[in-house]
Antibody, heavy 119, light 107 residues
């Protein structure tokens, strides 16, 4: 059974870099699928951030592209998100998910981790 | 960017009733539309992909239809566990986008 688990700091200072890791169990990274990040501000809807293939090819939302880096470590079955120069608008629950294609659908999700941007 | 507009914003129904949720796209997304269910404090769950295909383990009471710009998620007979927020998501046009959600609440 495929499981995803997000990890990382729950509090980030403004203008610093948010860093999260998603650990994947029960599935071999190199077997295909894409791996994505989606976020949800408090009380609001879902926003797709970006995704990565096991080869390292990345796909980013143009609205965040200048600040986002997604990377993969196939040896650890993990992929990571870095979001630079964060502001309060980046406060959200961040989810990692498995995607059938670069743009979805997302068929397996992590439980999500709350990141608050505050000094 | 393709805007997905979901209606109604809130739908109040009773268990056993039929629910019909709508998702309209600002431009054609062909059949590349998915539906997700989200309960409070939980991650979304994939229900339907490519407009009409049920995801693994999803009960038959959930069905999807539509193509182009107009899509519908139907729940044939509501169970108490179906009351949640539902989102549509398109993967046809870049970037992928979600609708704003429809809250299905108990009447």
């Amino acid at each position: 059974q495929v499981q995803l688990q997000e990890s990382g700091p729950g509090l980030v200072k403004p203008w610093e870099t948010l860093s999260l890791t998603c650990s994947v169990s029960g599935y071999s990274f190199s077997s295909g699928y894409y791996w994505g990040w989606i976020r949800q501000p408090p009380g609001k809807g879902l926003e797709w951030i970006g995704s990565i293939y096991h080869s390292g090819t990345t796909y980013y939302n143009p609205s965040l592209k200048s600040r986002v880096t997604i990377s993969v470590d196939t040896s650890k079955n993990q992929f990571s998100l870095k979001l630079s120069s964060v502001t309060a608008a980046d406060t959200a629950v961040y989810y990692c998910a498995r995607q059938k294609y670069s743009s979805g659908p997302m068929d397996v999700w992590g439980k999500g981790t709350t990141v608050t941007v505050s000094s | 960017e393709t805007v997905l507009t979901q209606s109604p914003a809130t739908l109040s129904l009773s268990p056993g009733e039929r629910a019909t949720l709508s998702c309209r796209a600002s431009q054609s997304v062909s059949s590349y539309l998915a539906w997700y269910q989200q309960k409070p404090g939980q991650a979304p769950r994939l229900l339907i992909y490519d407009a009409s295909n049920r995801a693994t383990g999803i009960p038959a009471r959930f069905s999807g239809s539509g193509s182009g710009t107009d899509f519908t998620l139907t729940i044939s007979s509501l169970e108490t566990e179906d009351f949640a927020v539902y989102y549509c998501q398109q993967r046809s046009n870049w970037p992928p986008t979600f609708g704003q959600g429809t809250k299905l609440e108990i009447k």
